[in-house]
Nanobody, 123 residues
Framework: VQLQASGGGLVQAGGYLRLSCAAS????????MGWFRQAPGKEREFVAA????????YYADSVKDRFTISRDNAKTTAYLQMNSLKPEDTAVYYC?????????????????WGKGTLVTVSS
């Protein structure tokens, strides 16, 4: 499975962005999807995850009520809608895929990772 993240950019605090993660696999609907981020000088951290069906979602406390993860299996694409952005959301954002949702949430042993897309939030 090849993953391509896009949609990053520069935005002012309080603004919004929508990230997309396009997957190459026709078996996309078999995979749970997740978003992670890595800020300069920090370790990569979990942001959000969605089950293969889209019915179950999980969020890091830091983004809950501001970010929304979703997916369109027909388009083999996952999304991360980011609202009310803060300077501390500045990071490279990565999408990931694994057949097990718990693996995505835990963030260890994930099968597939995409290249990141940079999000910069100015104050």
């Amino acid at each position: 499975v090849q993953l391509q993240a896009s949609g990053g950019g520069l935005v002012q605090a309080g603004g919004y962005l929508r990230l997309s993660c396009a997957a190459s696999a026709r078996t996309f609907s078999m995979y749970a999807m997740g978003w992670f981020r890595q800020a300069p000088g920090k370790e990569r951290e979990f942001v959000a995850a969605v089950s293969w069906s889209g019915t179950s979602t999980y969020y890091a406390d830091s983004v809950k009520d501001r970010f929304t993860i979703s997916r369109d299996n027909a388009k083999t694409t996952a999304y991360l809608q980011m609202n009310s952005l803060k300077p501390e959301d500045t990071a490279v954002y990565y999408c990931a895929a694994d057949q097990k949702l718990v693996t995505v949430v835990v963030g260890k042993g994930i099968d597939y990772w995409g290249k990141g897309t940079l999000v910069t939030v100015s104050s």
